[in-house]
């Protein structure tokens, strides 16, 4: 594996890159009008200017380009070039609203390009359920483009507070770059590591800026989106670096899964009920978990930080039964159970306790009114310096 600084050199490039280009979007953004009003299925009060994804996709590229070894991988071209598409095309969506037909279709050819020209799929279950042989390519191919197409959607859908879907992806990159970094993967490592140095500065904008506060759009989301996609199919790809690690009982289906959890079950959650009542999937709606944290008083950054914690559970379940020696169906099924009840199981609690004014719900209230820490001393402290970055 290269040196360590190969690896943070990246990350600080490109969290000065997102850091000095943010001031400079945000001003053409409000200058163009190019913010997402409110309205009554929205949570803001006031326009927010939405052009924060071009902000972190500069940054990663600013990371990138510090490394020769991108340069010398096509692949990584290919990538950048699909992360670009995306950013247009969520960029346009959140201009002109696009049809969510067109944006699926057009997610669903972007990743059917990657696979043909990387020639890499999900065909490898790693020894879960027995199967050690590789997927023929008739299931292979449907089921990466399920899940990539999957998980760009889930990112997308969870950016509904401040700091949710920056936060998540945050986490979600460092724990890949962990994964590369450990399995000598050098291009996804510095992939992960940029990705992960970019969202910083937004990230503190977002949650803490006031004058300063940018929505990451679907552009930002589309963009990030891919890149965990991309991870998922290197990890899961028959060819993978992981495969050593695989033979110490370590399942990277579930621990890819775990990394995911909220986003995933989340969106299959809310989907599956939007069709069970005989609407679109993609009808947008108050159902998200997001939105019952809101009901139960907790803040904007409140939800964000019980979300979080609420995934780093499930992680942190899957690694420990893994380090305990739980063989990688188990590992599967315990990632499943806890995924179900912290998306499904608490948000039907939750709501039948709105809904019913039940007895647990002083407690779920209790609980929000102390995740309300913004506007007080030290937070006001940090968002005047944040908001003179």
């Avoid at 920056?166 to 970094?181: E, H, K, P, T």
């Avoid at 506060?213 to 899961?236: C, K």
């Amino acid at each position: 594996m290269s040196h360590i600084y190969h690896i943070i050199i990246p990350a600080l490039l490109a969290f000065i890159g997102t850091l000095w280009v943010h001031p400079k979007v945000l001003k053409i953004a409000i200058m163009k009008n190019l913010v997402d009003n409110p309205d009554a299925r929205k949570l803001q009060r006031n326009p927010v200017p939405v052009m924060g994804g071009i902000a972190v996709f500069f940054g990663i590229i600013i990371g990138l380009c510090c490394s020769q070894t991108i340069f010398v991988r096509s692949d990584v071209f290919l990538l950048i070039s699909a992360m670009l598409i995306m950013l247009y095309v969520g960029t346009i969506d959140d201009i002109l609203n696009l049809s969510p037909y067109t944006r699926f279709f057009i997610e669903i050819l972007i990743v059917l390009w990657l696979m043909y020209v990387n020639e890499a799929s999900i065909n490898s279950l790693w020894g879960l359920w027995g199967i050690d042989a590789l997927l023929p390519s008739w299931l292979a191919w449907p089921l990466t483009v399920f899940a990539a197409v999957g998980i760009i959607n889930a990112i997308n859908l969870i950016d509904g507070v401040n700091g949710l879907s920056s936060g998540f992806c945050f986490m979600a990159s460092v724990l890949f770059a962990i994964i590369f970094y450990k399995t000598g993967n050098v291009t996804m490592t510095i992939l992960a590591v940029s990705a992960a140095g970019a969202i910083v500065p937004f990230f503190l904008h977002n949650v803490f800026g006031n004058s300063t506060r940018m929505f990451i759009g679907d552009g930002g989301t589309l963009v990030i989106g891919t890149m965990m996609s991309i991870f998922v199919i290197n990890i899961l790809h028959s060819g993978s670096s992981c495969a050593p690690i695989v033979s110490k009982g370590l399942g990277l289906v579930p621990m890819t899964l775990s990394i995911l959890a909220i986003p995933v079950f989340d969106t299959l959650r809310v989907m599956s009920m939007r069709i069970l009542r005989g609407a679109s999937p993609f009808h947008p709606d108050r159902t998200h978990l997001h939105h019952i944290f809101l009901e139960l008083g907790f803040s904007h950054v409140g939800a964000t930080v019980s979300i979080l914690s609420l995934n780093t559970l499930v992680i942190a379940s899957w690694y420990l039964s893994y380090k305990f020696g739980a063989s990688v169906n188990a590992q599967l099924y315990i990632v499943l159970a806890l995924s179900i009840a912290v998306t499904f199981v608490f948000y039907k609690f939750a709501s039948t306790q709105i809904r019913r004014n039940g007895k647990g719900l002083k407690m779920l209230k209790s609980i929000g009114k102390k995740m309300n820490f913004e506007k007080k001393g030290f937070w006001l402290v940090v968002q005047s310096w944040v908001d003179k970055l």
